[in-house]
């Protein structure tokens, strides 16, 4: 199983990004998935989370800016990132917990980070 982020760069404040994130290989389903970033020196943390329902969560430092949704039958995940600050650079991580067959449990699956800068 992998997953594969993309859609960071470099973009001025106030500007917007969006980031994806596919999954693939052997995949019974899909539960929750999200996005994590890290800044440097910092610790890793939750940005936003969607269920396989549908709900969502949002970190109150992205609530009103960012929205997280997902495409279940393509197996992907998205941040679409609106009025970006520069306190909001950081790598940026998908996770997603997966399970691999009808008996298994859901094990956390990370990708790999894009890295988003906010600078002018």
């Known amino acids: 199983v992998q997953l594969q982020a993309s859609g960071g760069g470099l973009v001025q404040p106030g500007g917007s990004l969006r980031l994806s994130c596919a999954a693939s290989?052997?995949?019974?389903?899909?539960?929750?998935m999200g996005w994590y970033r890290q800044a440097l020196g910092k610790q890793r943390e939750l940005v936003a989370s969607?269920?396989?329902?549908?709900?969502?969560y949002y970190a109150d430092f992205v609530k009103g800016r960012f929205t997280i949704s997902r495409d279940s039958a393509d197996r992907k995940v998205f941040l679409q990132m609106n009025s970006l600050k520069p306190e909001d650079t950081a790598a940026y991580y998908c996770?997603?917990?997966?399970?691999?067959?009808?008996?298994?449990?859901?094990?956390?699956?990370w990708g790999q980070g894009t890295q988003v800068t906010v600078s002018s």
């Open positions: 996770n997603a917990a997966i399970r691999r067959g009808p008996g298994s449990m859901a094990r956390d699956y």
């Open positions: 290989g052997s995949i019974f389903r899909i539960n929750d």
């Open positions: 969607v269920t396989g329902g549908g709900s969502t």
